[in-house]
């Protein structure tokens, strides 16, 4: 079993910067890919950013975002990070970090993210 937690959500002025945490216990060296997603408000949850593999060779984002946004995964320390820049109101929602394995998924509680002058 693997533990998420993410932290770094609250108020963003439009234009402005992101950093999310997620943090990790339990059976970490197992975990294959890390992602992060997002459901805004009345939408279904959808892919933002990841990294997958545990050489993190492979960097992942959604059009949506691509250039703004930045995924990072130490998996030794069982850390990631999301990095958005140039946030809008429509980035606004309740972010959730997921590690993989081969066989097991798991997700994180979500942090809110709200965007708003």
């Known amino acids: 079993q693997v533990q998420l937690v993410e932290s770094g959500g609250g108020l963003v002025r439009p234009g402005g910067p992101l950093r999310l945490s997620c943090v990790a216990s339990g059976s970490i060296w197992d975990m294959d890919s890390m992602y992060w997603y997002r459901q805004p408000p009345g939408q279904q949850r959808a892919f933002v950013a990841g990294?997958?593999?545990?050489?993190?060779?492979?960097?992942l984002s959604h059009d949506s975002v691509k250039g703004r946004v930045t995924a990072s995964w130490d998996p030794a320390k069982g850390t990631g990070y999301l990095l958005m820049t140039d946030l809008t109101p429509a980035d606004t929602a309740v972010y959730f970090c997921?590690?993989?394995?081969?066989?097991?998924?798991?997700w994180g509680q979500g942090t809110q993210v709200t965007v708003s002058s």
């Open positions: 997921n590690e993989r394995s081969n066989t097991d998924s798991f």
């Open positions: 990294v997958h593999g545990r050489t993190r060779s492979n960097q």
